[in-house]
């Protein structure tokens, strides 16, 4: 029987209703459209649902990997050997409390829950409008865009533990920084989260919405598969502008590309690999290492793969 034979029975007689993949592509779940199988998948719908795999996966001495809308994920050409838990598609709850605090499931898309905020005439998030991942990955990653990030507007975390037990952090608790927080090293599954907006003007808010959609298509490669910006902003300086002043800018390894429209970004032009993708990250690395002194650390997480062999 495969490492998960046991856990796939449990989680059948416990949950019927359970959506199971064996051996499911990643290149499907992944925003870079690269990545092998993974032995196995479950796509909950419910909070209850995913306390019971959480427990039955423990019982098993399993640790999932929670998997959003793999916005910002590098996974192995050859598939992973891993008990995917994938949010997206549930969890999908999004709900105003009183009058300025949105309530969000992990489910959601940022982008949905910053058109719900501004269609209530809610200011605050018009930031996450264009950032492709949802309110759980989101918060893993304090994720943020013009000047804007989540640790703005969060004010509680719902999560659930190894054994699947509730648990609600303040926002004192998440150790939120830039595209971390305390979920980079603990093992607890974001359900939802709690953001204190402000009331505005619906026009201004939706105009704001609007330009800053215009200068992300005016600037990023949005046209092409990629995880965003692919390292993480040094200290003084930008990712992009180094690459660019090393002249990497438009830089190719097999399928995969330094966008010519905007260095911070590496791009899938159609037939990349996930191996493809990670020399690119490596060569780009090295080169500005080399020329700057600068050592970029990637924003984009990694499974199955590591940068340094």
């Known amino acids: 029987m495969d490492r998960f034979g046991s856990l796939r029975e449990k989680l059948q007689a416990a949950l019927p209703q359970l959506e199971l993949r064996q051996q499911?592509?990643?290149?499907?779940?992944?925003?870079?459209?690269?990545?092998?199988?993974?032995?196995?998948?479950?796509?909950?719908?419910?909070?209850?649902?995913?306390?019971?795999?959480?427990?039955?996966?423990?019982?098993?001495?399993i640790r999932p990997f929670f998997l959003g809308k793999g916005s910002n994920l590098l996974v192995s050409d050859q598939g992973v050997d891993e008990f995917v838990i994938k949010i997206a598609g549930g969890l999908t709850q999004l709900v105003l409390?009183?009058?300025?605090?949105?309530?969000?499931?992990?489910?959601?898309?940022?982008?949905?829950?910053?058109?719900?905020?501004?269609?209530?005439?809610?200011?605050?998030?018009?930031?996450a409008h264009g950032i492709p991942g949802t309110m759980g990955g989101g918060v893993f990653m304090n994720a943020g865009a013009y000047d804007g990030e989540l640790v703005q507007v969060i004010l509680s975390v719902d999560c659930l533990d190894e054994e699947g037990g509730l648990h609600r952090l303040e926002k004192d608790q998440l150790e939120l920084g830039y595209r971390c927080s305390v979920f980079s090293r603990l093992p607890w599954l974001i359900t939802g989260a709690r953001l204190q907006l402000e009331k505005g003007d619906q026009g201004e808010i939706r105009a704001k919405m609007a330009d800053l959609a215009q200068r992300r298509r005016s600037k990023q490669p949005?046209?092409?598969?990629?995880?965003?910006?692919?390292?993480?902003?040094?200290?003084?300086?930008?990712?992009?502008?180094?690459?660019e002043q090393c002249g990497l800018k438009g830089r190719s390894v097999g399928g995969a590309q330094v966008s010519e429209k905007h260095a911070g970004f590496v791009i899938n032009t159609g037939n990349a690999t996930c191996q493809d993708i990670l020399d690119l990250i490596r060569l780009v690395r090295k080169t500005v290492l080399e020329e700057t002194g600068v050592e970029l650390e990637p924003e984009v997480r990694m499974l199955g793969v590591h940068l340094d062999h």
């Open 222 to 243: 949005l046209e092409y598969p990629s995880a965003g910006s692919t390292f993480k902003r040094p200290t003084g300086y930008f990712a992009g502008g180094l690459i």
């Open 97 to 127: 409390e009183g009058e300025t605090i949105l309530s969000v499931g992990a489910g959601v898309t940022l982008a949905q829950a910053a058109i719900f905020a501004a269609d209530h005439g809610l200011t605050g998030l018009e930031f």
């Open 24 to 61: 499911e592509p990643m290149s499907r779940h992944t925003s870079f459209k690269v990545g092998g199988p993974a032995a196995l998948m479950a796509c909950p719908k419910s909070q209850e649902e995913l306390s019971v795999i959480l427990k039955l996966a423990r019982e098993d001495g």
